[in-house]
């Protein structure tokens, strides 16, 4: 059986990755907090990973990815993964050492708010045993963006809600929230 995962995505990543008119086919990570590592988080081939962010205090669900396969990867290999999936070249930081090459990926979007009542229930599963995510205000939005910010294994029921989010129509509730980044260059989280 699969596990699910969720993968934060920056607010400069996912404003990118929502312009792209490819499905998700590849993510990758690394040793830091901004890139962390597929493999520490234990995820392996046939898991489901979901790209999420947060705007305005809003957890969004961008899309839909099944692990095919995960390569580590020197420089040289890095740039020929750069060279095969050139539009998502902006989803690795500069100190990329895997790759997670994927199928069944959706097409990112930025209109997918994840309802209050779902980020209330939203389960991870870490080792110590299952947790809801914290922070989280009695309409369901974000107070902190770090109870999110990682790869986590998320519960099946949660797994499944976010699904219903992706194929659904999009929430009324903030889904027009997202906008274009500051012109002066500048990011926020919230």
């Known amino acids: 059986m699969s596990d699910a995962y969720t993968v934060f995505w920056r607010q400069d990543c996912w404003q990118r990755a929502v312009t792209v008119p490819r499905p998700l086919e590849v993510l990758f990570g690394g040793p830091h907090l901004s890139e962390p590592s597929f493999r520490r988080a234990a995820v392996q081939a046939g898991d489901l990973l979901y790209p999420i962010g947060v705007h305005r205090q809003v957890l969004?669900?961008?899309?839909?990815?099944?692990?095919?396969?995960?390569?580590?990867?020197?420089?040289?290999r890095l740039q020929e993964l750069f060279d095969r999936y050139p539009a998502w070249r902006f989803l690795a930081s500069t100190c990329t050492d895997e790759v997670i090459l994927?199928?069944?990926?959706?097409?990112?979007?930025?209109?997918?708010?994840?309802?209050?009542?779902?980020?209330k229930t939203l389960t991870y599963l870490p080792r110590r045993?299952?947790?809801?995510?914290?922070?989280?205000?009695?309409?369901?939005?974000?107070?902190?963006?770090i109870s999110v910010q990682?790869?986590?294994r998320i519960a099946p029921a949660s797994a499944a809600d976010l699904d219903a989010v992706l194929e659904g129509p999009s929430p009324e509730r903030r889904a027009t929230a997202i906008v274009p980044p500051p012109s002066d260059g500048q990011q926020t989280l919230f």
């Open 60 to 76: 969004f669900v961008f899309g839909r990815m099944r692990v095919r396969e995960i390569r580590t990867v020197d420089d040289a």
């Open 102 to 119: 994927g199928n069944e990926g959706t097409h990112p979007h930025a209109r997918r708010a994840v309802p209050g009542e779902i980020v």
């Open 129 to 145: 045993g299952p947790r809801p995510v914290k922070h989280v205000t009695e309409d369901g939005l974000l107070t902190k963006v």
């Open 150 to 152: 990682g790869i986590f």
